[in-house]
């Protein structure tokens, strides 16, 4: 896509800081981190969100993000590594290519806001209604 700054970066007319990259993805640095380490997977071929992704990049991107987190524990020792996918603008989903982010946690670090929600107890029949009509949804 001519307007995606990921595929721009794919294409390497902006630049990046590469941490990874094989025939399917490309893992860079992000530059807006929320921790030391964080870094984004990209598939190279655009695909918008979850909906749009191949099964071969999907598994590509997390094939990778394996090798990319063992590298992140090796190299930075974080105590903990949040795996965080955005699909949709409403869900604050910013740069519409598919990306997978890695962020890594050291213990004495602040609360990561996005893994850190209150659990309250579900509506019983209203979760097995909703996983039922899921399932069927399933081909």
């Not at 997977?41 to 918008?48: L, N, S, T």
Request: proline letters at 6%; a negative charge; aromatic letters at 6%.
């Amino acid at each position: 896509m001519a307007d995606c700054i990921f595929c721009k970066i794919v294409k390497g007319e902006i630049p990046c800081f590469k941490v990874y990259e094989d025939g399917k993805v490309l893992a860079f640095a992000d530059i807006n981190p929320i921790n030391h380490g964080h870094t984004l997977i990209i598939p190279k071929v655009h695909a918008e969100n979850i909906w749009e992704i191949s099964d071969t990049d999907l598994a590509a991107i997390h094939k990778a993000s394996k090798k990319i987190a063992m590298a992140i524990q090796s190299s930075l020792g974080p105590e903990g590594m949040a795996c965080l996918q955005l699909n949709g603008r409403p869900v604050n989903q910013i740069v519409m290519h598919y990306h997978l982010h890695l962020i890594p946690k050291a213990a004495n670090e602040p609360d990561l806001t996005m893994t850190a929600w209150e659990l309250k107890p579900g509506d019983m029949p209203l979760i097995e209604k909703t996983a039922k009509k899921i399932a069927e949804a399933i081909s």
